[in-house]
């Protein structure tokens, strides 16, 4: 309707004049080698996007308190997050079909249930609506459609329509209906608690007009009545009418299914914020929609089968096919059946350790799909917090040095983030250090230049140092370990050994960045 695309051309607006959103792309991954402090900034990112502030201004704010408003965020809903896995799927993302056991009868039924993200679209896709003050709240209403009378044009309707009400039936039953009153059929007894009890004030109602169409809208403001002096229509309620008389099609934002035939019932496809906004009379508009902005985090994005996760959403997340945007695509989910979109204010915040898989690999579909912001080892951050130095080593160029070797023996992608010694803030100590390069450092090493502990001495220093300083020996293997005839099979001139004793020696590290010309030795090798 013309009234949905103001709706959405405000928004618009809104967004290009930075005033409701802020201007970080909708997906971006946050990328680079291990301990770069990637999923540490998606609480910066993330609390930048919904307080619509510069990331710059977040960073230079202490984590502690920027940590705490992305708690308040995430107990909002405002904030979700999710790590991909090997053996994550469509159905935990999106949706999926789940088993119910029925213990009484031992019997096993399926129900489908929606995945984190949709949920999470679903949450964020409920805007804030603000009613006028004349107006009862409805910031969470339910929608409900109503079959006045059969539909079309009905005397019914047009009586309700000048009345300000909806009314139903079923006069021979009592005023009061409960699960237990006799002589009334299943559906009917739904339909009646509908209206009497799961009705509330600040709900939306609609009028059905046919099977496609509506052609009233409006707030309920009063509770059940019981009229007895109507011998046909007894039973009513207040309400507002925002919108009357006018024919609209609503089978889109059904997800494609036409209208019950029932008396009342539940529209759950449909939010409220969508039906008021096909109210395209301005003087009855007495609402306004306000988007705030939603963060999905995925920790180690790259390591899902982005294919198999995604799904038909591999489409739906790019910024010009939002929901409310000009080319907005939408895709009928396949257990559910249900049309679905992507909120234009949820934004998807990725991390990608680069060391694990490499961004050449990755799925070119999410590539195209993503804005990437690298994040490479940072020694200025361990000189801002003051784990730079133990004793008078000079931890922040002894990390450089080892990158340096690195990007020449492996590549800029394998490189060692400076979040690993961040401890060292606290616990400046020869022990701190011994046991962050014993569990971090080494392991990750061995992992880079699997079976290759030469490289891993060169990158150590350790092929220029005296024995009593190396982290990994060299030995030669002696001559008389193995006898008779070996053939041709290719025996190794030496053994390596990690000396963990001189993890505690403050000269192993002091040496790791002197300056020595280890080409010779390389090419020796």
């Known amino acids: 309707s013309s009234a949905a695309s103001d709706v959405y051309k405000r928004q618009q607006d809104d967004e290009r004049d930075g005033k409701n959103m802020n201007k970080t792309d909708l997906n971006t991954i946050l990328y680079g080698p291990p301990g770069t402090g990637k999923t540490y900034n998606t609480v910066n990112y993330a609390v930048a996007i919904c307080e619509n502030k510069n990331i710059e201004d977040v960073q230079s704010e202490e984590y502690e308190k920027v940590l705490c408003r992305y708690n308040e965020l995430k ?22 079909i789940k088993p119910i056991v029925d213990e009484e009868k031992k019997d096993i039924g399926y129900t489908i249930e929606a995945g984190i993200f949709k949920k999470f679209c679903h949450i964020a896709s409920k805007k804030t609506i603000i009613a006028t003050e004349d107006m009862p709240d409805v910031s969470n209403a339910k929608v409900w459609c109503v079959l006045l009378d059969g539909g079309g044009v009905s005397n019914l309707k047009k009586k309700c329509f000048q009345n300000a009400n909806i009314r139903i039936g079923w006069d021979k039953a009592p005023e009061i209906i409960t699960d237990d009153t006799k002589g009334l059929s299943d559906k009917a007894r739904r339909i009646l608690l509908n209206f009497q009890d799961e009705m509330e004030i600040g709900d939306i109602v609609v009028t059905e007009r046919n099977t496609k169409t509506i052609d009233g809208i409006g707030i309920v403001i009063g509770d059940y009545e019981y009229d007895k002096e109507d011998d046909l229509w007894p039973r009513k309620r207040k309400v507002k009418w925002l919108m009357t008389g006018n024919e609209i099609d609503i089978t889109e934002l059904n997800a494609g299914i036409q209208l019950d035939r029932k008396t009342v019932y539940q529209l759950g496809r449909i939010s409220a914020d969508k039906i008021l906004s096909l109210v395209n009379n301005p003087k009855e508009v007495v609402v306004e929609i306000e988007m705030k902005p939603f963060v999905f985090v995925i920790d180690e994005i790259n390591r899902g089968n982005i294919s198999k996760i995604f799904g038909e959403l591999i489409t739906l997340i790019e910024d010009t096919k939002r929901e409310g945007k000009i080319e907005q695509a939408s895709a009928v989910l396949p257990y559910s059946g249900e049309l679905f979109s992507v909120p234009s204010n949820v934004y998807i915040l990725g991390t990608m350790n680069t060391a694990d898989r490499s961004i050449a690999l990755m799925d070119t579909a999410l590539r195209r799909r993503f804005q990437f912001i690298e994040m490479m080892p940072d020694t200025k951050v361990l000189r801002d917090i003051g784990a730079d130095k133990v004793d008078d080593l000079d931890i922040a160029a002894m990390l450089e040095k080892i990158n340096e070797r690195i990007t020449f023996l492996y590549d800029r992608e394998h490189t060692i983030g400076h979040a690993f010694f961040t401890k060292l803030k606290d616990e400046p100590t020869i022990e701190t250090l011994a046991s962050i390069f014993e569990k971090s450092i080494i392991p990750l090493l061995q992992e880079y230049f699997y079976e290759d502990y030469e490289k891993i001495r060169i990158v150590l220093g350790d092929n220029a140092k005296d024995e009593d300083e190396q ?17 041709d099979i290719d025996i190794p001139e030496k053994k390596y050994i990690i000396k963990y004793e001189n993890f505690r020696n ?20």
């Open 75 to 96: 107990k909002e809903g405002r904030i979700a997050f999710t790590t991909f896995h090997q053996s994550y799927g469509y159905e935990e993302f999106i949706e999926g």
């Open 471 to 487: 982290f990994i020996l060299a030995v030669s293997i002696p001559e008389d370990v193995f006898e008779g005839n070996i053939g």
């Open 506 to 525: 403050i000269m192993a590290y002091k040496n790791i960045s002197q300056k020595k010309d280890l080409s010779k030795k390389i090419s020796d090798e």
